[in-house]
């Protein structure tokens, strides 16, 4: 599932789902991570800091945790804020990479399910925080999210079982490793569509989900989303994402 995030991969699918719908996704995800000023912050896989770059304007200090050196030089070229520390390093590997905590807030976006033992993770996570306000909030697919997209590409090959299982994974794997880890935890959801209006759009965020999208099978794609588009007026990707918060 990671090799579908080189940073310019992220860009693209981050430009094609950036509309009114993507900024409401931006407040439901800063209400459940409600930043404050005495905040210590993990960004477990910050990305390109769609979540860092807002909440580093807030908390008092913000370290972002990515596997990836590419996209950790990406996002640090981007930076202004001194309160800011990105750390290479593996989620996984958690407990054991001697980050500068303790934190007040941990949290992942669309990241936790990268992680090959998504529940350590959450425990070593835990053992990271302290204080009144002490939380981890995880934000990933929820069951419907692309449903017709990963439909549609099945009518052209298989779709790997990987990818189908994402948004299962914050009801059947994280959701069960927060109760057993933390005293409450509360539950949000948030649902919207995206509106790609052209083939090109639609070509565009097939590309930036390679591999997973087959570059030897893109002009049949083409052609089966140009039908599409040309019949509907533009191609709707169905967005579901639940939130977790964890408090102890």
């Known amino acids: 599932m990671n090799r579908i995030n080189t940073p310019e991969q992220l860009r693209q699918r981050t430009l094609c789902n950036r509309d009114a719908a993507s900024a409401d996704f931006d407040r439901f995800v800063l209400g459940l991570l409600d930043p404050a000023a005495e905040d210590v912050v993990l960004d477990l896989g910050p990305g390109l800091g769609r979540q860092l770059v807002p909440v580093a304007r807030t908390v008092r200090r913000i370290v972002g ?18 309160n800011v520390r990105l750390a290479s390093g593996d989620m996984d590997d958690l407990a054991a990479l001697g980050l500068p905590g303790p934190f007040t807030l941990i949290y992942g976006v669309y990241s936790l399910y990268y992680a090959s033992r998504p529940a350590q993770v959450i425990e070593a996570a ?41 948004p299962e994974f914050c009801r059947s794997v994280a959701l069960p490793a927060f109760l057993d880890t933390f005293r409450t935890v509360t539950c949000s959801t948030f649902s919207s569509t995206i509106l790609l209006p052209t083939v090109d759009a639609v070509m565009r965020y097939y590309d930036a989900c390679a591999p997973y999208c087959r570059e030897d099978r893109r002009a049949e794609a083409l052609d089966y989303f140009r039908t599409r588009v040309e019949r509907e007026g533009g191609y709707r990707i169905a967005k579901r994402s639940l939130g977790l918060v964890g408090r102890f």
């Open 65 to 82: 945790l990515d596997s990836s050196p590419e996209m950790t030089a990406a996002l640090r070229a981007q930076l202004p804020d001194p």
């Open 126 to 166: 835990r053992r990271l925080l302290d204080g009144p306000r002490a939380r981890m909030v995880v934000v990933a697919p929820d069951v419907g999210n692309n449903a017709g997209w990963f439909d549609d590409l099945a009518q052209l090959y298989s779709v790997p079982a990987d990818v189908l299982a994402v």
